[in-house]
Every structure is written in structure tokens, then in C-alpha cells.
């Protein structure tokens, strides 16, 4: 398949997928279209943009040589989570993409799609987190903690 020069709704998009657009505010119609992203997301949905989120994170310097990612993986997941918002702003949720758009501009799909990604992965990793932290609480020095809130009740 051959991709032509992006149109300036594409170009956006893209920019309010990795949150370059984020803002506090979102109006009612940029409201319901969360909601709507958040309502028809699946298990899989969700899981497509914790593998995507995941690929990104590690490209930062600090992880990069703990990660196995390849290119062609993270490639991959990026062409998933472009067809995972396609749908979701084309089928699933396009009534409310359409009429954020209408009265709200383009630019609230920026803060309607970084509320999902975040209520995406803030479901899906609260587990992973959850042992994560159980294993840094081992380690931690009890009688220093101890010494500064007191004996914790048994």
C-alpha cells in the first residue's frame, strides 16, 4: 500500500496520540468522546496500547539497553495502535469524534485521547505495579522508616 502526503487531520491526529496537543481542558463534546473511547474499549484495545506505550518508553536513554524491542516490533505495535484510534474515531465512536470536532475544533482530540491512553495503561499496569512495588517495599530499611513515622500498628 502506498501512503501519499499526510492530510492536515492526519498530521493532527498523529500529534494528539503522543499527547502534543494535551491540554487541561475539554469541553462536552470532547467529554463524551472519552467516554465513548472508554466505554468501547476491549481488553485487547487496552492491551494494544499498553505493548505501544511500552515500545516508546523504551527509546529513552535511560532503558534502552534493557530493551529487546526491535524496530519491526515497535513498528508494529504503532500500525496496531493507529488502527486501534481509525476505528474508534471512524466507527466505534464516530458520532461523538464528529461532533467534538464540529463544535470543539480538532485539537480536542488531543485532550479526549490522552485521558484514554492514561485510563488505559493506569488499568492495565495497576497489577504489574501493584508486585512491583511489594518487591521495592522488601527492600526497604524498616527501622529508618521507623525512626521518622513511628511504629506502624500491627
Same mark, same amino acid.
Given at each position: 500500500?502506498?501512503?501519499?502526503?499526510?492530510?492536515?487531520?492526519?498530521?493532527?491526529?498523529?500529534?494528539?496520540?503522543?499527547?502534543?496537543?494535551?491540554?487541561?481542558?475539554?469541553?462536552?463534546?470532547?467529554?463524551? @468522546?472519552?467516554?465513548?473511547?472508554?466505554?468501547?474499549?476491549? %481488553? !485487547?484495545?487496552?492491551?494494544? =496500547?499498553? $505493548?505501544? #506505550?511500552?515500545?516508546?518508553?523504551?527509546?529513552?536513554?535511560?532503558?534502552?539497553?534493557?530493551?529487546?524491542?526491535?524496530?519491526?516490533?515497535?513498528?508494529?505495535?504503532?500500525?496496531?495502535?493507529?488502527?486501534?484510534?481509525?476505528?474508534?474515531?471512524?466507527?466505534?465512536?464516530?458520532?461523538?469524534?464528529?461532533?467534538?470536532?464540529?463544535?470543539?475544533?480538532?485539537?480536542? @482530540?488531543?485532550?479526549?485521547?490522552?485521558?484514554?491512553?492514561? %485510563? !488505559?495503561?493506569?488499568?492495565? =499496569?495497576? $497489577?504489574? #505495579?501493584?508486585?512491583?512495588?511489594?518487591?521495592?517495599?522488601?527492600?526497604?530499611?524498616?527501622?529508618?522508616?521507623?525512626?521518622?513515622?513511628?511504629?506502624?500498628?500491627?
Amino acid at each position: 500500500m502506498a501512503f501519499g502526503r499526510p492530510t492536515r487531520t492526519c498530521v493532527l491526529l498523529c500529534f494528539a496520540l503522543v499527547g502534543a496537543q494535551r491540554s487541561a481542558w475539554s469541553g462536552p463534546y470532547g467529554e463524551a @468522546l472519552n467516554k465513548c473511547f472508554v466505554k468501547s474499549a476491549t %481488553a !485487547a484495545d487496552k492491551t494494544v =496500547l499498553v $505493548q505501544w #506505550m511500552f515500545t516508546l518508553y523504551a527509546l529513552h536513554p535511560d532503558v534502552e539497553a534493557w530493551s529487546k524491542v526491535t524496530p519491526e516490533q515497535r513498528s508494529a505495535r504503532s500500525k496496531d495502535t493507529a488502527l486501534l484510534f481509525q476505528r474508534l474515531l471512524t466507527e466505534t465512536c464516530r458520532k461523538e469524534a464528529r461532533e467534538a470536532i464540529h463544535h470543539e475544533g480538532l485539537a480536542t @482530540l488531543g485532550p479526549s485521547i490522552s485521558l484514554f491512553v492514561d %485510563a !488505559a495503561a493506569r488499568e492495565s =499496569l495497576t $497489577q504489574a #505495579m501493584a508486585a512491583g512495588a511489594g518487591e521495592m517495599a522488601g527492600s526497604l530499611d524498616q527501622k529508618k522508616l521507623e525512626e521518622v513515622f513511628g511504629r506502624s500498628p500491627q
